[in-house]
């Protein structure tokens, strides 16, 4: 194994620069709501009853931000939510926001190990030749309306033109079903 810090750990370290101090831990998770994805494996693992969970907001969970714009635009917990809570900002996008529900679904269910099930490899071979900037392309000619769905790629680092939209998909619709803030318990 390489690192090429002092220590190993890449995103579960604080670090500095020029005196100021960063924290590149994780600061929420998705798919620890009962029954999802993370809450089954946690469970499974016999840590779920080692662990103090926060939920996070239900109408925005993360905002997404570009620049000076001043506009925060909120990623909610839960598919309609999701799409009730950019409606104000997208009012003529309710169809694109629907299909992107819809997508990210469909693509997360061809995923056998996201849904911790049996399958085969014929199951993600029929959408992993999707990339992120052109489905979302097919979805909404909107650009703003695109950057605001991918504003979480930083998460996966996301790649314009490269990353392929199941690994948008499946982090998506993670924090969907629930996003929360862990602790240990004391």
């Given at each position: 194994?390489?690192?090429?810090?002092?220590?190993?750990?890449?995103?579960?370290?604080?670090?500095?620069?020029?005196?100021?101090?960063?924290?590149?831990?994780?600061?929420?998770?998705?798919?620890?709501?009962?029954?999802?994805?993370?809450?089954?494996?946690?469970?499974?693992?016999?840590?779920?009853?080692?662990?103090?969970?926060?939920?996070?907001?239900?109408?925005?969970?993360?905002?997404?931000?570009?620049?000076?714009?001043?506009?925060?635009?909120?990623?909610?917990?839960?598919?309609e939510n999701f799409i009730e809570q950019l409606l104000p900002y997208f009012p003529n996008e309710k169809v694109?926001?629907?299909?992107?529900?819809?997508?990210?679904?469909?693509?997360?269910?061809?995923?056998?190990?996201?849904?911790?099930?049996?399958?085969?490899?014929?199951?993600?071979?029929?959408?992993?030749?999707?990339?992120?900037?052109?489905?979302?392309?097919?979805?909404?000619?909107?650009?703003?309306?695109?950057?605001?769905?991918?504003?979480?790629?930083?998460?996966?680092?996301?790649?314009?033109?490269?990353?392929?939209?199941?690994?948008?998909a499946v982090v998506s619709a993670s924090y969907m079903h629930s996003a929360q803030c862990i602790c240990t318990?004391?």
């Amino acid at each position: 194994m390489l690192e090429k810090d002092k220590q190993i750990g890449g995103c579960l370290q604080t670090f500095s620069v020029q005196k100021t101090i960063f924290d590149s831990c994780v600061h929420y998770i998705g798919g620890l709501g009962e029954g999802h994805t993370l809450w089954q494996i946690f469970r499974y693992a016999g840590i779920m009853d080692k662990l103090s969970l926060k939920a996070l907001d239900n109408n925005g969970f993360d905002r997404i931000a570009f620049g000076e714009e001043g506009i925060q635009y909120p990623h909610a917990i839960g598919n309609e939510n999701f799409i009730e809570q950019l409606l104000p900002y997208f009012p003529n996008e309710k169809v694109a926001l629907q299909q992107y529900i819809k997508t990210i679904e469909a693509v997360g269910d061809r995923f056998p190990l996201y849904k911790l099930r049996n399958g085969s490899v014929a199951e993600k071979t029929a959408v992993s030749s999707m990339e992120i900037t052109h489905t979302l392309q097919s979805i909404t000619s909107n650009p703003l309306l695109q950057q605001v769905l991918a504003g979480n790629n930083m998460l996966y680092a996301g790649v314009t033109g490269q990353t392929p939209f199941h690994m948008h998909a499946v982090v998506s619709a993670s924090y969907m079903h629930s996003a929360q803030c862990i602790c240990t318990k004391s």
